[in-house]
């Protein structure tokens, strides 16, 4: 389980089309260390998604990985090896990322079986569980998703997380379709988790607001690029590129404040 860093060098994704190829993702690098969140931030269609597909092959029909490599701790990976093992994912939807017809206990069935879990395994189960809120495992392993709030279903998708043992998670907007107050507690959540388990979040999302409350570093891509990485506090106070202080001018104009001098 325990790994320092992944890397992300030379990331490539490219539209599969007979009448020319467009880059979506155009030579992102990057790296993740345990026990950080790195922000990932940009519009809507800057790549952020794409590069987190990308990593674990699991791009969209239409399009495909053209250059890059990921490593942990300097050692090449596949896809294969990052997805479920190494990095786990944790979705926008929670609803749509379950299998209607299955219950809980079959998503644990499943994510065991890709962990490898031995004899403890489900007393880790249920312990992940109260970990990320689900206090009673025996009443929440029977149900199927339709009988689950949207919280409940993303506090089990971070349950599942726990469960895979992977060092990294990559969490794709995952407090969008959350209410204001189910939102604070599952970032209270993720905050948490990284401090107690050393996890190392990569966090795609368009919301400043969120990475002011979890980020540690963040990472600006317009167009397919990186245009600039660093601490969330000189993203906040001194932004470089204008597409980072477009992104911070817009937060703070929400809130009706003015950008640091
Ligand atoms: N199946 C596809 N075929 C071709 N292009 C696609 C496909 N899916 C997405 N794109 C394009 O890829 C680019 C990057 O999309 P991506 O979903 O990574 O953006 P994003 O930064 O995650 O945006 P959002 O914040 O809206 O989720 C966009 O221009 C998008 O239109």
Same mark, same amino acid.
């Given at each position: 389980m325990s790994a320092n860093h992944l890397t992300i060098e030379g990331l490539r994704v490219e539209t599969i089309d007979p009448q020319g190829r467009t880059a979506l993702v155009d030579g992102v690098s990057l790296t993740l260390h345990a026990g950080e969140v790195l922000a990932l931030v940009g519009?809507?269609?800057?790549?952020k998604s794409m590069t987190c597909a990308a990593c674990l092959d699991?791009?969209?029909?239409?399009t495909r990985r053209v250059k890059g490599s990921v490593s942990i701790d300097g050692r090449p990976c596949t896809a294969t090896d990052l997805r479920g093992r190494q990095v786990a994912s944790i979705l926008q939807s929670p609803r749509t990322a379950?299998?209607?017809?299955?219950?809980m206990r079959e998503h644990v069935r499943e994510s065991l079986r890709v962990a490898g879990g031995g004899a403890d395994a489900w007393a880790d189960v249920r312990q992940a569980m109260r970990d990320t809120g689900l206090d009673d495992p025996e009443r929440i392993l029977?149900?199927?998703?339709?009988?689950?709030s949207g919280g409940m279903l993303q506090r089990m998708m971070i349950a599942l997380a726990l469960i895979s043992r992977a060092p990294f998670i990559f969490a %794709?907007?995952?407090?969008? %379709?959350?209410d204001l107050i189910v939102q604070r507690e599952i970032l209270d959540l993720l905050d948490h988790l990284k401090g107690e388990r050393g996890l190392g979040i990569l966090l795609v999302t368009h919301d400043m607001g969120v990475v002011a409350r979890l980020a540690d570093r963040v990472a600006v891509m317009e167009a397919g690029r990186i245009v600039e990485t660093g601490g969330v506090m000189q993203i906040f106070h001194?932004?470089?590129h204008i597409v980072t202080r477009r992104l911070v001018e817009a937060h703070l104009s929400l809130y009706r404040q003015e950008p640091a001098a």
């Amino acid at each position: 389980m325990s790994a320092n860093h992944l890397t992300i060098e030379g990331l490539r994704v490219e539209t599969i089309d007979p009448q020319g190829r467009t880059a979506l993702v155009d030579g992102v690098s990057l790296t993740l260390h345990a026990g950080e969140v790195l922000a990932l931030v940009g519009a809507s269609g800057s790549g952020k998604s794409m590069t987190c597909a990308a990593c674990l092959d699991v791009l969209p029909p239409g399009t495909r990985r053209v250059k890059g490599s990921v490593s942990i701790d300097g050692r090449p990976c596949t896809a294969t090896d990052l997805r479920g093992r190494q990095v786990a994912s944790i979705l926008q939807s929670p609803r749509t990322a379950f299998n209607p017809v299955r219950s809980m206990r079959e998503h644990v069935r499943e994510s065991l079986r890709v962990a490898g879990g031995g004899a403890d395994a489900w007393a880790d189960v249920r312990q992940a569980m109260r970990d990320t809120g689900l206090d009673d495992p025996e009443r929440i392993l029977p149900l199927f998703p339709f009988e689950m709030s949207g919280g409940m279903l993303q506090r089990m998708m971070i349950a599942l997380a726990l469960i895979s043992r992977a060092p990294f998670i990559f969490a %794709d907007e995952p407090t969008t %379709d959350l209410d204001l107050i189910v939102q604070r507690e599952i970032l209270d959540l993720l905050d948490h988790l990284k401090g107690e388990r050393g996890l190392g979040i990569l966090l795609v999302t368009h919301d400043m607001g969120v990475v002011a409350r979890l980020a540690d570093r963040v990472a600006v891509m317009e167009a397919g690029r990186i245009v600039e990485t660093g601490g969330v506090m000189q993203i906040f106070h001194a932004p470089h590129h204008i597409v980072t202080r477009r992104l911070v001018e817009a937060h703070l104009s929400l809130y009706r404040q003015e950008p640091a001098a």
